[in-house]
């Protein structure tokens, strides 16, 4: 980034509850704070693959939004980010209030800046790729439009809400993860619409067509015009936003932040702001991207034997096929425990989920109900599972 141009900040959502990763996730432990895809937890790969956007100031310009009851473990995932960069909501209410408070924060220190807000649990294949398409959103939201990443359908899903674009040629063949030679990323498109999660009939229409793009949920933007548009869609936020930056101007931000924020509208970004703003531009991408929205995507990401299985080192696999097996039980010290053995026989396709009070074991295709046992938990009063 060259002297004259405006400085970046990352801004990453770090509030959700992920219930769909049951038994792994939990109230005090969502999937953006575990290691689903081996290594590092999710929250940490997403601040260290954005931090060559933020240049010589590095973590200084990450900022992580996330809930009270998170701050502790989100603290240990990301030890490098200042603690002055936490931003913790004293209660949930939604993506609008907290994007919201996060730019009127950041424009403090940079009234011209640029703030990135990415979520916190998503999957990026190619990363260079993923950097030129945000760099190139960038430089349409330093133009003074609010931008967005679109990715490239790679087929008819009807889990995503979609955004139609004036010129986005996503044509949506399947296009592999990470292709081998990318074209330059696309210019800025108009956005024509959003569209909520469509039927399977809709999904394939809108893939047919090359007009439609997925909604990833990451929006760049100058500060300023984040806060003007806030003004002009949601008057009551702003109007809780302003009496924020008031008390911050007097040194009693924390206290005000404590009675304004839970009784902000619980509103997201999208509904609130994003269907409303005149001038929206979206960046299509194609960088093997992945929401890693329940089992089955995990599956999907993981490396697999020539069986396609999924399973921890040590596994006994005798005529299984397609089976994703994690294994969370705590181990002394960090060492693996071998006086026990998980055996999978003659089963195929099955997440198998093992923690040191739960035990999930699912069919694949149907990952994606996981979330009604924690349903099923709570009823029978048993929160402490969940």
């Not at 603290?75 to 936490?86: G, N, Q, Y």
């Not at 790729?129 to 609010?146: D, K, N, Q, T």
């Not at 008057?235 to 924020?261: C, H, K, M, N």
Request: aromatic letters at 4%; one cysteine or more; charged letters at 25%.
């Amino acid at each position: 980034m060259s002297s004259t141009e405006t400085p970046v900040h990352v801004l990453i959502l770090a509030g959700g509850a992920g219930t769909r990763f049951w038994p792994a996730s939990r109230a005090a432990r969502p999937k953006q704070l575990l290691p689903l895809l081996g290594g590092e937890p999710l929250i940490t790969a997403t601040a260290r693959r954005v931090l060559p956007l933020c240049g010589g100031a590095g973590w200084e310009r990450i900022w992580i939004a996330t809930g009270q009851h998170l701050l502790s473990p989100t603290r240990a995932a990301l030890p490098d980010v200042s603690e002055r960069r936490l931003l913790v909501e004293p209660a949930p209410r939604n993506t609008a209030p907290c994007i919201g408070w996060a730019a009127a924060t950041i424009a403090r220190e940079d009234p011209e800046a640029v703030v990135v807000v990415l979520p916190s649990d998503h999957h990026i294949a190619d990363v260079p790729r993923f950097l030129e398409v945000l760099e190139a959103a960038v430089a349409s939201a330093r133009g003074g439009a609010i931008t967005t990443i679109g990715i490239r359908p790679t087929h008819p899903e009807t889990g995503f809400g979609y955004i139609e674009a004036d010129g986005a040629d996503g044509a949506g063949s399947a296009a592999p993860a990470a292709p081998a030679a990318p074209a330059a990323p696309a210019a800025p498109c108009k956005v024509l619409r959003f569209v909520e999660k469509p039927s399977r009939e809709r999904a394939e229409e809108f893939v047919a067509s090359g007009r439609f793009l997925w909604n990833a949920g990451m929006f760049i933007f100058r500060a300023g015009d984040m806060r003007a548009a806030i003004r002009a869609h949601l008057p009551a936020l702003a109007e809780g936003l302003d009496e924020i930056d008031r008390a911050a101007a007097q040194g009693a931000e924390a206290e005000t932040v404590l009675r304004v924020f839970p009784r902000l509208p619980a509103v997201s970004v999208d509904h609130g702001v994003m269907e409303h703003v005149a001038g929206l531009a979206v960046v299509p991408g194609d960088f093997g991207w992945s929401d890693v929205g329940s089992w089955q995507s995990a599956w999907e990401l993981a490396e697999k034997d020539e069986r396609g299985n999924s399973a921890p080192a040590g596994s006994v696999l005798v005529d299984a096929q397609g089976n994703h097996v994690v294994d969370l039980r705590a181990r002394s010290g960090g060492a693996p425990d071998d006086r026990r053995v998980i055996a999978l026989v003659g089963v195929e396709d099955l997440v198998v989920v093992e923690t040191d009070d739960a035990l999930l074991i699912v069919p694949r295709d149907r990952a994606q109900d996981v979330k009604r046992v924690v349903d099923a938990l709570k009823a029978r009063g048993q929160g402490r599972h969940t």
